[in-house]
C-alpha cells in the first residue's frame, strides 16, 4: 500500500470520528421514547407521517398538498430540488416534537399562554386520533397547534432565509435572543448537532452532520469547516475534561425526559460532584418556580440541591 493511500485512508478515519464526536445522535432517540412513553401507536404514527412526506415529495401533485397542509410559507414544488430547503424541512417538522419533548410540563415564567398546556401528550393525542386522516395530516395538524401558538401565519422552512436571519448581528434580531450565540457555540467549540443519523429514526434521515457543519461555514465564513469544527472540539474537550471533567462543588442535574440528559453527567463523578437524575421532568425543570404539579421526583431534588448548595457555602 502506498503512503499516500494510507494517509488518504488515516484522514477519511479521523473525519468519521470527527462526524462521531460532532453530533449528538441520541437527541432524537430519547425524543422517540418520550414519544413511546404515551403509546407505541403516537410513535409509530410519527414514524409513518415522516415516510409519508418523503413519499408525497416524489411527484408535483404531492408536492402540492404538502404545501397546502402544511401551510409552507414558499410551495415546497418550487424548492424540492434544493436538498437544503429539504432538509430544513423535514429538520423543522421534527423540531415540533422536540421543542416540546424537550420543555415538556415545565412551569417557565413568561411562557405564552397558546403553547403553556402543549405537551407530548398533546401531539400523541393528534398523531393518534384517525378521525384527522392519514397519519401525514396528523403530522400537518401538529404543525397547524404550533404555527398557531407562537402566531405564525405559514411554516417558513426556506433554508436561506433561515441563513439570512441567523447573519444578522442587530440587537434587535430575533436571533439576539440567543439563537445566534448558540449557533456560535456549536460551530466553534463542541457541536451538539441534533442530527438524525440514529437509527431506527422516525423522522427520516434528511439532517445528517453534513446539513449542520454547512450552516456553520453559511453563517459565520468558510473557515468554520468540518475540521476546524474537530479541532475545536478536541481543544473543548481537553480544557474541560469531556465526560471525566475533575471539578467539585458541582451538581449535575438532569431530567429523563429531556433529550439533552443522555450528553450529561447522570451518575456522580465523585462525593464533591453528584449527580441527580429525575425521572420524568424534562430540561431545566428543576430551575423553574414551582408548581402544584411538580412531581414528587422534582420537589425532593429541589430539597437535596438545595442542601448541597448551602452545605458548600456553610450556611
Known amino acids: 500500500m502506498s503512503l499516500s493511500l494510507l494517509s488518504s485512508m488515516r484522514e477519511r478515519e479521523k473525519e468519521k470520528d470527527g462526524l462521531e464526536q460532532c453530533q449528538i445522535k441520541e437527541y432524537f432517540k430519547v425524543v422517540s421514547d418520550d414519544l ?34 402544511f401551510r409552507l410559507c414558499d410551495p415546497v414544488e418550487k424548492t424540492v430540488d434544493n436538498p437544503l430547503d429539504v432538509s430544513n424541512l423535514f429538520e423543522t417538522l421534527a423540531g415540533n416534537f422536540a421543542g416540546v419533548a424537550q420543555y415538556n410540563k415545565d ?17 400523541c393525542d393528534i398523531m393518534t386520533n384517525q378521525t384527522i386522516g392519514p397519519q ?21 422552512y426556506k433554508y436561506n432565509t433561515m441563513i439570512d436571519a441567523m447573519r444578522n448581528v442587530s440587537w434587535d434580531s430575533e436571533v439576539s435572543e440567543g ?27 434528511r439532517f445528517p452532520i ?3 457543519v454547512q450552516q456553520c461555514t453559511d453563517i459565520f465564513g468558510a473557515r468554520y ?4 469544527l474537530n479541532k475545536a472540539i478536541e481543544r473543548t474537550n481537553t480544557l474541560y475534561g469531556a465526560l471525566n471533567i475533575e471539578v467539585s462543588n458541582v451538581v449535575f442535574v438532569q431530567g429523563s425526559v429531556d433529550p439533552w440528559h443522555a450528553l450529561g453527567i447522570t451518575k456522580t463523578i465523585n462525593q464533591g460532584a453528584p449527580a441527580i ?23 425532593a431534588a429541589r430539597v437535596e440541591i438545595q442542601q448541597l448548595i448551602g452545605s458548600w457555602l456553610d450556611l
Open 36 to 69: 413511546r412513553s404515551h403509546s407505541d401507536e403516537c410513535l409509530l404514527a410519527v414514524k409513518q407521517g415522516s415516510a409519508q412526506v418523503e413519499t408525497l415529495l416524489k411527484h408535483i401533485v404531492g408536492q402540492r398538498t404538502l404545501s397546502k397542509i
Open 107 to 123: 412551569n417557565r415564567i413568561g411562557k405564552s399562554s397558546k403553547s403553556a398546556n402543549i405537551t407530548i401528550d398533546t401531539l
Open 136 to 156: 401525514v395530516r396528523r403530522l400537518a395538524a401538529v404543525n397547524d397547534l404550533l404555527l398557531n401558538a407562537y402566531d405564525q401565519e405559514c411554516l417558513d
Open 179 to 205: 439563537g445566534r450565540q448558540w449557533t456560535y457555540q456549536t460551530c466553534t467549540e463542541f457541536g451538539f448537532f441534533q442530527t438524525s443519523t440514529y437509527k431506527p429514526q422516525i423522522f427520516g434521515d
Open 210 to 212: 453534513d446539513f449542520f
Open 225 to 228: 469547516n468540518m475540521t476546524f
Open 277 to 299: 437524575y429525575i425521572k420524568g421532568t424534562a430540561h431545566c425543570a428543576n430551575m423553574y418556580p414551582r408548581s402544584a404539579k411538580d412531581l414528587p421526583q422534582l420537589k
